[in-house]
């Protein structure tokens, strides 16, 4: 490809409202422009990048033995009010009517479409298991999009859906699809994290985030120095108080006088600097449900609270007060996964997370309507406190480190939450109607996209991976009005493109001043720059991972670059 005929208008100033690294240099070098907040147009340049990245994301997911799909975005209600989503899921689906009234949502995530399609034309054992992927556009009304393409309201998802007719089946293909991820976001050349997404509580091995690390990533990560142990600290915190949940319980029921404060109230008590929210935990103890609201990463109802070691909880007298509490519909909780749905936290002896994945606990809705019965000191007896830097690792191995991650993936073991809701049901070798055991597995390919950027780029641009750049060599003559350097880097260009290389010449009459910081803005992995010393046959090559560069005989040039 020339220069002169791609679209990627660059910038020189970095832009007003972009806060970080991956925002501002994909726009400064043109790959994207914003649209509305939280959507984005990807340029020629970008939208390369997002064929590579998706081009890795197929190739793995295949190997696992998942088949591509397309569903639709637009989606009828009447799916979702099966699934019970219709109501718990909140302000972030995007709702909409049709010319004859009839409600539509576009697609936040598509569990419900996958289920009824899978329940409609899958009915003997002897077809499951059955994994199925799309890469499709996802809308979700983010109550804050930011970041460029790290949080959009319109943005690329990689979602796989497996259904199962045993838990051993969804097992095995769980843990396919985790190595697949671990290949994709190698491959992608991110440094990144798988991390324990789930309570302790509850094994720890049913849901797992991929987290690229990056101090711009808006959750946390509670590793161990020395074992492999890593969870978001949404969860982890459970791993270090779970055994004490009946205490906390019982504290709970010692409270005689419930305050009633707000968060507000809360912090200022606490002398907190309110920059960050609270999650919350339910436990189940005897027949009642306790609420437990901790530390969390959200903002809620633009109040937040930072760093509060400890808790507050209600006591909820039924499941109807949860679901109340909650805004939900119970036994539906959840986008993308449920993890606990009342039925399930039922099952187990004292207690289960609601929490991260849940759209019932989506940013804004665990208070809403609700009057808050908070005491602090009944943490304190129950002495309650989040997972702390240089605690032990649960696992006992090792000291606990913070770090900040970017969530790019999600794997998650659903379970028979929409199969239920929906009747995906099979029939067994016994001739037995069972619901089928699914599984859902997400990459942001978008997000992915804007964490390399985030990971890989310096002061003067961006440095593509050569797995994901969007050409591999920039091939630029310094001054195309001198013949030899014209030629050559023609020659050059040709020669590369038939050994199947995608390189992009830069024929443009410009400036050498402004090619190079195109180039640098672009950050194609091998720059050739033929200059005034092409007469001898002599160009420069400079990688722009390292910034170092030498000098080369044009022969030289293909067996280097391989
Ligand atoms: P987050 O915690 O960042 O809001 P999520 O847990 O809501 O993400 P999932 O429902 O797990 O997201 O969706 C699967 C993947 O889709 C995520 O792991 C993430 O990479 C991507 N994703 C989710 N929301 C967005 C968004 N608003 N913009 C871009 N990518 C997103
Ligand atoms: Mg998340
Ligand atoms: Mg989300
Ligand atoms: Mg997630």
């Known amino acids: 490809m020339r220069q002169s005929m791609i679209f990627s208008p660059t910038l020189r100033e970095v832009p007003a409202d972009a806060e970080v690294k991956s925002h501002q240099l994909l726009l400064r070098a043109g790959f994207m422009r914003q649209n509305a907040s939280g959507i984005y147009s990807f340029l020629p340049l970008g939208l390369k990048v997002l064929h590579n990245v998706e081009k890795i994301i197929r190739e793995e997911m295949e190997r696992a033995g998942a088949m591509e799909l397309l569903m639709p975005a637009l989606q009828p209600a009447e799916l979702w009010e099966e699934s019970g989503r219709w109501y718990s899921y909140g302000p972030e689906l995007m709702r909409m009517k049709d010319r004859h009234e009839r409600d539509f949502a576009l697609g936040a995530t598509h569990e419900e479409v996958i289920t009824a399609l899978v329940r409609d034309e899958v009915k003997s054992y002897k077809r499951l298991p059955l994994t199925l992927y799309q890469i499709q556009t996802k809308f979700r009304d983010e109550k804050r999009p930011r970041f460029g393409l790290l949080r959009g309201r319109e943005f690329l998802m990689k979602d796989a859906y497996s259904f199962h007719a045993s838990q051993e089946s969804l097992d095995e293909v769980y843990d396919r699809l985790f190595q697949a991820y671990t290949n994709i976001f190698s491959r992608c050349g ?4 798988a991390v324990i997404a789930d309570s302790g509580a509850m094994g720890g091995k049913d849901t797992h985030e ?3 690390l990056s101090d711009i990533g808006e959750d946390t990560i509670a590793y161990s120095d020395t074992s492999s142990y890593a969870a978001n600290i949404e969860m982890a915190p459970v791993v270090a108080t779970y055994e004490k949940s009946t205490e906390v319980v019982q504290a709970a029921r010692k409270v005689e006088t419930p305050n009633q404060k707000s968060i507000a109230d809360v912090s200022k008590f606490l002398q907190l600097d309110p920059t960050k929210c609270f999650k919350s935990m339910i436990f189940k103890v005897d027949d009642k449900f306790v609420m437990v609201l901790v530390r969390g990463d959200h903002e809620v109802n633009d109040i937040k609270v930072k760093n509060l070691y400890g808790a507050s909880m209600v006591e909820l007298a039924s499941a109807e007060e949860v679901q109340k509490l909650m805004n939900c519909t119970v036994g539906s909780l959840g986008p993308i996964g449920a993890p606990a749905d009342l039925e399930i936290i039922a099952d187990h002896a004292v207690g289960a997370i609601v929490n991260g994945c ?3 606990n989506e940013e804004g809705y665990h208070y809403i309507n609700v009057n808050i019965d908070i005491d602090y000191k009944v943490a304190q007896f129950a002495d309650l406190r989040f997972i702390q830097e240089g605690d032990l690792s649960p696992d006992g191995q090792g000291v606990i480190k913070f770090a900040q991650g970017i969530e790019v993936g999600h794997v998650f073991k659903l379970g028979k939450r929409y199969s239920e809701a929906m009747g995906a049901t099979y029939l067994d070798e016994n001739g037995k109607t069972q619901s089928m055991i699914m599984g859902c597995y997400g990459i942001g390919v978008s997000r992915t996209v804007a964490a390399i950027a985030e990971q890989h780029n310096d002061e003067y641009g961006l440095k593509w991976p050569a797995a994901v750049a969007p050409f591999t060599v920039h091939v630029i003559p310094v001054n195309v009005k001198v013949d030899t350097q014209r030629e050559k880097a023609e020659k050059i260009y040709e020669a590369l493109l038939a050994e199947g290389y995608d390189v992009l ?9 402004v090619k190079f910081a195109d180039a640098d803005l672009f950050g194609f992995p091998i720059r050739i720059t033929v200059g ?9 090559v400079k990688v722009r991972q390292t910034n170092e560069s030498q000098e080369m005989a044009i022969e030289e040039l293909s067996t280097y670059i391989k």
Do not use: H, P, S, T
Not at 190 to 193: A, E, P, T, V, Y
């Open 505 to 513: 010449l830069d024929d443009r009459q410009e400036r050498a001043g």
């Open 190 to 193: 991110l440094n990144f994290r």
């Open 532 to 540: 005034k010393k092409a007469e001898e046959g002599i160009v420069e």
């Open 210 to 212: 991929f987290m690229v």
């Open 358 to 360: 849940c759209g019932a």
